[in-house]
Every structure is written in C-alpha cells, then in structure tokens.
C-alpha cells in the first residue's frame, strides 16, 4: 500500500530527489513563463536542504530574492507575501493538472516560507504516528511562521461562495459597491511593482490619455440575457432576485482595475450594464467586465474575431474555425467539476460609440478574474510579443485566454490566441 508522509530529506540522494522535483516543477507551464516565482522557490528549496531555514524571513526574503534594500518597508511593499501566495497556487496547478506521480511532493504551507516536502511509501500497515514528522513551524521554528496578510485574488472570498457559474454575494448593489471600494484599495498588493511596466504603457497607454472618466459597465446577476426585472417588482424580490448581486471575481477584477485607473489618475465610474445606454458609451473610454451577464460585452465583441456564444456548452468562438469548441465551459456540469476556464482581453477603437474599448471578460467567473490579472501584470502582458508581430502591440488587440480552476479558484491566467488588427 502506498502512503505519502512528511519526510524530510538527509542524505545526498535525498537532496537530488528534491532538486529533481523541483526542475520539473520549474519547467511546467505555470513557472516555466515566470522569473519572479521560480527564483523564489528555488531560494527557499535551497535554504531548506542546506539546513538555512532561519534565511527563510520576510525581509531576508525581499532582500536575497527580489533585490530590496535591507531596510525597505515590508508593509508598504508586500512583493514577498504575494509571491508566496502566487507560488502555493501555481504549485497546487502543477499537481492538480496531471503531473506524474513522483516519489516526492513540494508544499509551501500557508503562513510560512518554509518548504516542506511529502515522500511516498510502501507500506504493509497503517503509519504509525511516530512515523510521522512535525510540520514546519512547530517548536523552535516557530518565530518562523508569518501569516499571509494579503490572500491570493478572492481567496477568503470564495471560500464562502456559493454555487458556480454565479458566485453570487447577496448583498444589495448598494452595499456591493463599499465591498469594491475596499477591494480597490487592497488591490495595491496585486499589482507587481518590480517589473518593467512597458508592456502595461502598450495597452494602456491609450485607454487612459483622455481626461474624461472612464466608464466600467459591470454585468450583474446571472451570467444568462435574462429579461429585464418589472417595474411592479418589490423590493424585496429585487434585493434578493439576480440583479442586485456582485460576484466575487468581478469585484477581484474590479478592485484591480481601479487600482491602474488610480495610478494613472484617472477617474472613473461604474454603471451596471442593464441601466447603461449607448448614450453613456458614445465617446469615452469604457471598460467591459463580464461577457454572459453583461448585454454590452456581448453586443461590442459579437464583431470582433472571437466572440462568446452562450447556451448549456457557452465557449469562445474563432470566425475562422467556427466549428471548434475547444474553449468552452459545459454550464449543466457541477460547478466542482470545472477545472478550465476561458476569457476575452481585448483593446480595441470601437466604432459604434466612437471611443476606446477594454472588455475584461470570461465565460465563467473564473475566466473574468483571471482576465483581470492578465492586464494587470507586465509578466503576462510579455505574452503577447510572443504571439503578436513587432510593432503591432500598440494597434488593436483581441486575445483569448485559459485559466486552470483548482479547488475553486483561478490560476495563472494563459494567453493561447491573439490577434491585432
């Protein structure tokens, strides 16, 4: 019978068993397009088998790893906490999306930078407890722990969630707003300060050159074209009906949204897309959240190469391969068996209202969110000069992109199509 415990690694073979592991954890699609999270592990692989736990702080962190000085504010640049996070999800992704069993499993535990490390056995009884080691951070490695103040997008969030594809939070539009409010300002610590924002200038630069506020039209709901709600409707039945309600990813995007709307100083404002008009669009910079439960999204990229066609198999549709449902989410399956998402990025001049265009979309949730993290990050964004010919970055883009779901929350997102034109 085979048993997985913790172990700990003493011997030279046992160290090349972990540096194995982690070589294929490094070449995998959720590292293999990083720097940022692969030096960060291998850091603390490092520093855990050369017996350095002590290295594995906060500060020492920052400094070692991601090149602050020794007295930077931790609190200010939290660049170590969410790595870490990011790291424990891009980990949970390798394991969860088929990797092959190996002898050894890699975990960074929540609230700690300290590696542990699970061994598979051949048993023919039950292990023991005496079998088994103590945790990481228990003991004299206690100083050690350090509880993530800032969880990865939506995490606490989501746990409280409720069934997919609407995630809904039932609370008022009014009081969802306070929610996104506070999520804007927490969004901060999303945002990677260490990397060089010129992918994030190409595809912003021309969303925030107007001095007018900019436009978020928000779907609300279920993510279906419901008909409108009856002006003889009661309170009562609207505050608790589907119109009324925020899903936590779309707040997550939100909050990152208006986190570079701030930083570019621009001002903006939020209409949900059943009470937006085109009079509202005509001229202005306008950003699309949601695509199935937002009438806007669907009208404005119905033009475009890449469309959403909904129904019980929603997907993504390419013009020219129209018959492929490759991207595609089965809206009749339990929403725990989702494992993929997909979404829509795309900046583009529309010409029906005259003005710049962001859709931030999904086909889920899942998809919305990850979305938002994709423009969010100059990492992601080099993405696109891999797939969009020099110099065409600055024109209009349209892009697809594949999120992994793993125990209910979004991973990485993936750039898998783009197009300019």
Known sequence: MRSVKIWTPKTDSDRILVEDELKAILASPPFSNSKRYPAFLSYAIEKSLAGQSDHLKERTLGVEVFGRQPDYDTNADPVVRVSAAEVRKRIAQYYHEGAKESEIEIELPIGSYIPTFKKRFTQSKPASDQDLEPLPGTADQTQLLLADPVPSAG????????????KLLRLPWVLSIGLLLALAGLSAFLVHRAISPRQMNQLWGPLVQTQDPVLLVLGCGKPSLVSPESPQTSLTDHMIGPYHHVSVSDAVAIARLANILQKHNRNYFMKEASSTSLADL????VILIGALNNIWTMRLVDPLRYRFVPGTLARIEDRKNPQSSVWSVDYSKPFSSLSVDYGI??????????????????????????????????????????????????????????????????????????YAF
């Open 345 to 418: 990025v795309a900046r583009y001049r529309d010409t029906y209202t005259n003005g710049n265009v962001l859709v931030i979309a999904g086909i889920g949730p899942y998809g919305t969110e990850a979305a938002s993290e994709f423009v969010s990050s100059p990492q992601y964004l080099s993405q696109v000069e891999h797939m969009v010919p020099a110099g065409l970055q600055n024109s209009n883009l349209e892009m697809v992109i594949k999120t992994a779901v793993v125990n209910g929350e979004a991973g990485p997102p993936n750039l898998v199509a783009a």
């Open 282 to 285: 005509r001229g202005r910079t």
């Open 155 to 166: 995490q606490s969030e989501r746990r409280q969630s409720q069934s997919f594809p609407t």
